[in-house]
Every structure is written in structure tokens, then in C-alpha cells.
């Protein structure tokens, strides 16, 4: 198996439990890592024999971008997604960030990481 990684894929959304983040909105990071079998496109040079980082990084835009009060829910959009869609993945890992979370002292993040296999 082989792994693709998307890694500081930055998007700026509304999700959160507050109203205040559903009108101002936050910074959010995201890495996505995928595992699959690459042997054949390294061998053929042809993206359609691979996993399309540009589709991964499409359904991290799409995903993020639907309002969620709770991390956990996008980052399990976002698994769903890349299982459905991408059928040569085995295994997919996430993690969302929010940056600067309203909340006290000084947190540069929090982190949900999540994965699933087939």
C-alpha cells in the first residue's frame, strides 16, 4: 500500500456550537491522508490509475464549507466522501483544526483526527 497526504489544506467556514461562529466565522486546517494501491499508476503515468489529489482536496472545500456546530461531523463527511468517491482508497485519516478556538487561555488548535478503512 502507498499513502497520499494533503497536508495544510486552509479554509476559512462558520462551524461551532456558538452564534458568534456562525456569523463571524474562523480558520480552519485540514490534512488528509489516504492509503491505496499506487503500484499501477506508477507504472502507467496516468491519472485515471490513481487516486486524483485534486478530487481529495474538492470534497475538503465542499465539506468544510457545510455548516457544522460540531468538528466531528465534518471530519466524518469528509471520510464518507473520500470512501465513496475514490474507490482505489483503503483507508482514509483526517484531521480538522480550528485555529484560534474561542475558548480560554492561549490554544494555537484543536484537533479531531479520524479514520476509517473499508
Known amino acids: 500500500m502507498h499513502?497520499?497526504?494533503?497536508?495544510?489544506v486552509k479554509?476559512?467556514?462558520n462551524h461551532g456550537c456558538l452564534?458568534?461562529?456562525a456569523m463571524i466565522g474562523s480558520e480552519y486546517r485540514v490534512?488528509?491522508?489516504?492509503?491505496?494501491?499506487?503500484?499501477?499508476?506508477?507504472?502507467?503515468d496516468e491519472l485515471s490509475d490513481?487516486?486524483?489529489?485534486?478530487?481529495?482536496?474538492?470534497i475538503i472545500v465542499e465539506e468544510m464549507a457545510i455548516r457544522s456546530k460540531l468538528l466531528e461531523?465534518?471530519?466524518?463527511?469528509?471520510?464518507?466522501?473520500?470512501?465513496n468517491e475514490?474507490?482505489?482508497?483503503?483507508?482514509?485519516?483526517v484531521k480538522v483544526a480550528k485555529i484560534n478556538p474561542p475558548i480560554s487561555g492561549d490554544v494555537a488548535s484543536v484537533?479531531?483526527?479520524m479514520q476509517q478503512s473499508r
Open 11 to 13: 479554509v476559512y467556514t
Open 50 to 58: 490513481t487516486v486524483d489529489y485534486v478530487s481529495l482536496n474538492r
Open 73 to 83: 461531523q465534518v471530519a466524518q463527511r469528509i471520510l464518507d466522501r473520500v470512501l
Open 111 to 113: 484537533v479531531i483526527s
Open 86 to 93: 475514490e474507490q482505489l482508497v483503503q483507508k482514509a485519516h
Open 31 to 44: 490534512d488528509l491522508e489516504v492509503t491505496a494501491d499506487l503500484s499501477k499508476s506508477a507504472k502507467t
Open 19 to 21: 452564534d458568534e461562529e
Open 3 to 8: 499513502t497520499i497526504i494533503l497536508e495544510n
